[in-house]
T-cell receptor
């Protein structure tokens, strides 16, 4: 059974700094791994999707990496802004299976 | 990008009543949709997989008679929480797959008094 963990549970960073969010998973036979953003009481916004054959994906100030052998993924946010404050979730999809196993999330606060 | 619409966004109901939540794929057909539940300060947990034209597949520990799922068309899945109780209060969210990605609705906050 896939288990996904995110550390830390909460993170506060001054505006402008670069930061890294961590995600680990127990079953390396994943189909893909996604990073989402969730704002309070709202749905999920997909940020980046990394296929199992890929090692990283970039979108603007965001860069996500995937290391299946170590069961880890990271989300790098450059030049953080107050608008980046949200909960960030990673989720793994097992091979051939669209069902997602979500991590526990990291609640990010960017301090102006 | 693909759009998944979920309605209502918030519902407050009395204990014992039933609540229906709709999930629609607006610009694509989805033979499979997924329903998740999120309790406060916890992550999303998959409840069930909704299959168009057939019975839903429920995850372990989810009561199929309490959480009725109907996927009658390729663009609509509904989740009905029957005889809701306060412990059913949660954030419910659906998703639908298109290509290699999954797209999520905006979620429904259910509060049972």
């Amino acid at each position: 059974k896939q288990e996904v963990t995110q550390i830390p549970a909460a993170l506060s960073v001054p505006e402008g700094e670069n930061l890294v969010l961590n995600c680990s998973f127990t079953d390396s036979a994943i189909y893909n791994l996604q990073w989402f953003r969730q704002d309070p009481g709202k749905g999920l916004t997909s940020l980046l999707l990394i296929q199992s054959s890929q090692r990283e994906q970039t979108s603007g100030r965001l860069n996500a990496s995937l290391d299946k052998s170590s069961g880890r993924s990271t989300l790098y946010i450059a030049a953080s802004q107050p608008g980046d404050s949200a909960t960030y979730l990673c989720a793994a999809s097992n091979f051939g299976n669209e069902k997602l196993t979500f991590g526990t999330g990291t609640r990010l606060t960017i301090i102006p | 990008g693909a759009v998944v619409s979920q309605h209502p966004s918030r519902v407050i109901c009395k204990s014992g009543t039933s609540v229906k939540i709709e999930c629609r794929s607006l610009d694509f057909q989805a033979t499979t949709m997924f329903w998740y539940r999120q309790f406060p300060k916890q992550s999303l947990m998959l409840m069930a997989t909704s299959n168009e034209g057939s019975k839903a597949t429920y995850e372990q520990g989810v009561e199929k008679d309490k959480f009725l799922i109907n996927h009658a068309s390729l663009t609509l899945s509904t989740l009905t929480v029957t005889s809701a109780h306060p412990e059913d209060s949660s954030f419910y969210i659906c998703s639908a797959g298109r290509g290699s990605g999954l797209f999520f609705g905006s979620g429904t906050q259910l509060s049972v008094l």
